[in-house]
């Protein structure tokens, strides 16, 4: 489906320049009013006493990307408890309101913003959600299905996996009503720079230069994943919100040897580390067939619990006094981040409106992918941006525990630009990024046309030393084949998933968000099915 015309590509740059600021100072009609969102008929509370001590067919921990579309399928036949960290998206204005977009990131604190800060171990700075809604409630919103090529290697099934990417669509996708003035200037100098064909509106990962969809609506209102608990059984759905999860409680079986995951061990986030709450799996009657514990609390919070819980490298748990539980040396083992260059083409600091990113260069066989923004760096200034990461890095890191406070980050290492192959990429996209900023279209955006000199092989590397940054993509810590099964069990582990992106052993190339929030919706289809086929 496009929303321009595919020939656009061939027309003159400099006469399309002149032609967007002319379209984009037209006038829009749109309904005054926008859609209430989040209708909540679910169970949401606060009060961990509320919760403690009963039990649930399933306890998801992590309202995130991939945790609340997984809660939402999976209540439509059991109950469903879904433990979250922080708190409500609803009524923060730095959430739902585009004007805002980037706010959360500049608005930290130890224990309550919707973002936490960590640094890496390379030195880079970092994020991750903490909010009912996970990173859909702090990043650019920009939706994009991974290739064809990362689905099969995951082996999944693809038909179910369209249809739980349609699922997801239809409730929190939008096509772009226009582009802002930024978004099309991006899209023209892309073309410029050479990433070709033009493919206008795309939702799929497509060579060339794209309009993706958003988690934004046409009157700038962001739709995270909470929004995805609407679709389910109100009845059968509780929210418990501001607990942080502290281990997961296991029994043990000496005649069977087996181990199994029996509920959560929890706490109120911003209360005493000494207070312990729990929540258990219920055991069905007349049946042998049973719920789990899933995993959902992301490329960080996921490998880290298992870690408390005693699933890790038995070295390193009786390091900090942790009972092992399972001597699984992969756990916080494969972590990844996308290595990123970003460039800010304004001279100084305006006070320009924040734009999230809408359009998308995919470069260099799919290896390079170009986004821009306006993103904030204070409350009132901001500053034009592009950005590229290297799609898929080999580089690789490792996670391990600070300390036994589940509200503590842990110390994470992503190696960036380790490997020879992931210098070579981000030597290619600081000259790809170079010639995009030399766009007339930007030129003719800023005023001012930007001039830059020519840079040695080893200039270019000691500038990616230098520069490189984190686009918020990193994945890894309990990946399929060595922490999970392809069914997302925990090996070893009777009752015990992780469904999130600390799964994914390779990038899916493109924005990650919507592979995890299909993810959610397919693995919880998964789940039903087979609880239907056992007696």
């Not at 970003?342 to 600091?349: G, H, Y």
């Amino acid at each position: 489906m496009h929303y321009y015309p595919s020939a656009i590509a061939l027309l003159d740059m400099e006469l399309l320049t002149v032609f967007l600021f002319m379209f984009a100072n037209l006038g829009f009609s749109f309904p005054t009013e926008p859609q209430p969102q989040g209708n909540r008929e679910w169970h949401m509370t606060s009060d961990v006493t509320e919760i403690a001590g009963k039990s649930y067919d399933y306890i998801v921990v992590g309202g995130g990307t991939s945790g609340c579309p997984l809660a939402a399928t999976l209540s439509e036949k059991f109950s469903v408890l879904l433990v979250e960290r922080g708190g409500s998206p609803y009524g923060n204005p730095s959430v739902t309101d585009k004007r805002y977009y980037g706010f959360p990131l500049i608005q930290t604190d130890k224990y309550t913003s919707v973002a936490q800060t960590f640094v890496s171990e390379d030195g880079v700075s970092n994020v991750r959600g903490r909010v009912l809604g996970g990173s859909t409630a702090i990043n650019g919103g920009l939706y994009s299905r991974a290739s064809e090529e990362f689905i099969s290697e995951a082996g999944w099934d693809k038909e179910l996996v369209k249809e739980a990417y349609e699922w997801v669509e239809s409730k929190v996708v939008f096509p772009p009503v226009f582009l802002s003035p930024w978004q099309s200037v991006a899209e023209f100098s892309l073309l410029e720079a050479g990433i070709l064909p033009y493919n206008g509106f795309s939702l799929e990962h497509i060579k060339g230069t794209k309009v993706s969809g958003s988690i934004y609506d046409g009157f700038g209102r962001r739709h995270t994943s909470a929004d995805l608990l609407d679709a389910a059984n109100p009845k059968n759905l509780t929210v418990l919100l501001n607990a942080t999860v502290k281990s997961i409680i296991f029994h043990h079986k000496a005649i069977r040897n087996k181990t199994r995951a029996h509920g959560i061990r929890f706490m109120q986030s911003n209360g005493s580390l000494d207070e312990t709450y729990e929540a258990y799996i219920r055991k069905p009657k007349n049946s042998t067939s049973r719920g789990n514990v899933i995993l959902s609390a992301g490329a960080l919070g996921s490998p880290q619990i298992l870690l408390l819980s005693g699933i890790g490298p038995k070295e390193h748990l009786r390091k900090l006094n942790i009972p092992v539980v399972l001597d699984l040396k992969e756990v916080g083992q494969g972590m990844q981040d996308n290595p990123c260059i970003a460039i800010f083409l304004d001279t100084m600091p305006q006070n320009r409106l924040p734009d999230p990113p809408q359009v998308a260069g995919i470069a260099d066989d799919f290896k390079i992918v170009v986004e821009a923004a306006i993103i904030p760096i204070s409350t009132n200034a901001t500053r034009v941006n592009i950005a590229a990461k290297v799609a898929f890095p080999s580089s690789k890191g490792t996670l391990e525990l600070s300390n036994t406070d589940p509200r503590v980050n842990p110390i994470v290492k992503f190696n960036y630009l380790a490997s020879e192959s992931d210098m070579e990429e981000c030597i290619k996209m600081s000259q790809l990024l170079s010639r995009i900023a030399k766009s007339k279209s930007i030129a003719f955006f800023l005023g001012t046309s930007r001039q830059s000199k020519l840079m040695s092989t080893q200039d270019l590397k000691q500038f990616c030393r230098e520069n490189v940054r984190t686009i918020y993509h990193y994945h890894g810590g309990c990946s399929v084949g060595s922490v999970v099964n392809r069914q997302y069990h925990v090996q070893g582990i009777k009752g015990l998933r992780v469904v999130d992106g600390s799964t994914f052993s390779k990038s899916p190339g493109t924005n990650p968000m919507a592979t995890l929030l299909m993810l959610g919706r397919y693995e919880g289809i998964k789940i039903l099915r087979e609880r239907e086929a056992k007696p």
